[in-house]
Every structure is written in C-alpha cells, then in structure tokens.
C-alpha cells in the first residue's frame, strides 16, 4: 500500500511539468494566433494623428484592417486584441480595452454574441435547445454601463447597428438582430451617441457581401462595411 501510494506520488510529481508545459504551450498558440492575425496587430501612433478605437467581434475584426488602410494618413486606428463578443465582455473588460490613452472617437458594436443561442454550458445550441447568451433586458442594461464608461473617456462614441442575421445561420434567428438594434439604438439616443447604421448599409447588398447562411462576409463586404465606418469615422473627427 505504502509502494502503491509512493508510486502515486512520483507519478504526480513528474506529471506536474508536463502540466506547466502544457499550459505555456497553450498560451504561446494564443498568443501566435493573436500575432497572425493583421487586426490584431499592436498599432505605433503616429505623432499628431487622432485616435481611433474599434470595439467589436468578428465582423469588427474583418473590417479592422481595411478601416486603417482607409484612415491612413488621418487617424490612427486600434482595437483589443480580442473578439469582444458580448456585453457582458464588454463590461467585464471595457477598462483593459480603453487603456489609460487618450481617445478622439470610439467606434463599436455588441449584438450577435448577445442573441446567440447557447446551452447551460455556454456552448452555442440550436434555439429549440438553448437561450440568448444575453437577455433582451441584460442586454440594454449592459450596453448602458459600457455607454457610461465610454463617455468618461471624452471621446466621440459611435455605435454600429448589428448587421443582418441570415436564415440557417448557426445558433441564431433570422430577425432577432432587429430586436436588439431596437434596444441598443434607443439606449444610444437617451446617451446622445452617434449611430452608424451597418444593418442598413449592409441589408440592400446581402447577396453581394455575406456569406450565405452565415453571419459573416466576404472580404469584398468587409472593404465596403470598412468605407462606411471609416466615413463614420471621420465625420466624427470633423466635430471635434
């Protein structure tokens, strides 16, 4: 019984650094995927630009990189390394994602991870076998705490409308983006921010742009979604 728990024991011991190494190598492919990623790439400002934060997910992420060819010369334009999913995200890291710089506008967007459906797990779910990862009520209540912080910062803020949720999309319901477009563009109003509306840009040019039964886009959408925030962009520069 002693051999047999001292065996026990050495096998743990040697297991431990397999373990640590395990760790590190799973935070080094983290951190690879992050660097090949062009979006999520650490911007160096250029002395004298204006200051351009993306918050968003995906769709975000795929017109990042387009936003900053189009600003190029007239903004400096960043984002969290991160696909900043829903607002509850959102309120959880908006504080790392500002930073202590100083920012001119503050372009973003939460929605399609609130209207997703997930199981009690938290993984993605049909909707006859899941709920919306965030409420309709939670949702409003969130997108009001990441307004008030946002607005300390003394930056010009824009929300992007969720763009269009196609049928046979995976876990979500073609429409559902109208609902929360609805609540966010309300809370947007009482806050007097600035609404960019990518759900209306993007519904006429659906067959042009995404990708079928998916909410994302191709890259040609991501360049034409990518114009009209960078236009959005600078329009508010032009106030300052």
């Given amino acids: 019984m002693v051999v047999t728990s001292r065996f026990g ?39 004298g630009l204006p200051r351009v934060l993306i918050v968003g997910d995906s769709i ?11 600003l190029q010369g007239k903004a400096n334009v960043h984002r969290p390394a991160a696909n900043c999913g829903p607002t509850t995200r959102g309120v959880q890291s908006l504080d790392q994602w500002l930073g202590d710089g100083k920012w001119d506008v503050i372009h973003f967007n939460f929605g399609l991870h609130d209207l997703k459906f997930v199981d009690d797990a938290g993984k993605n779910a049909p909707p ?9 009520s939670d949702y409003e209540k969130n997108l009001e705490t990441i307004v008030a912080k946002m607005k300390k910062t003394g930056a010009k803020l824009i929300f992007a409308t ?14 559902d983006e109208q609902k929360y ?39 040609d959408g991501y360049k034409q979604l990518a114009d009209q925030v960078a236009a959005s962009a600078l329009k508010a520069l032009r106030t300052n």
């Fill in 181 to 219: 477009n609805a609540i966010a563009i309300r809370v947007m109003q009482r806050n007097g921010v600035a609404i960019d509306d990518l759900y209306g840009f993007a519904q006429p040019r659906l067959a042009e742009i995404q990708l079928p039964a998916n909410v994302h886009f191709k890259p």
């Fill in 128 to 136: 006859d076998k899941g709920h919306p990862q965030v409420s309709e």
């Fill in 162 to 175: 969720t763009t269009p949720v196609p049928s046979g999309s995976d876990a979500r319901i073609k429409g």
């Fill in 60 to 70: 975000s992420i795929g017109y990042t990189v387009p936003v900053r060819e189009a």
């Fill in 9 to 47: 024991l050495l096998v743990c011991l040697l297991s431990i650094p397999a373990l640590v190494a395990s760790g590190q190598d799973e935070k080094a492919k983290a951190k690879k995927k992050a660097a090949e990623n062009p979006a999520f790439v650490a911007v160096k400002d250029v002395v």
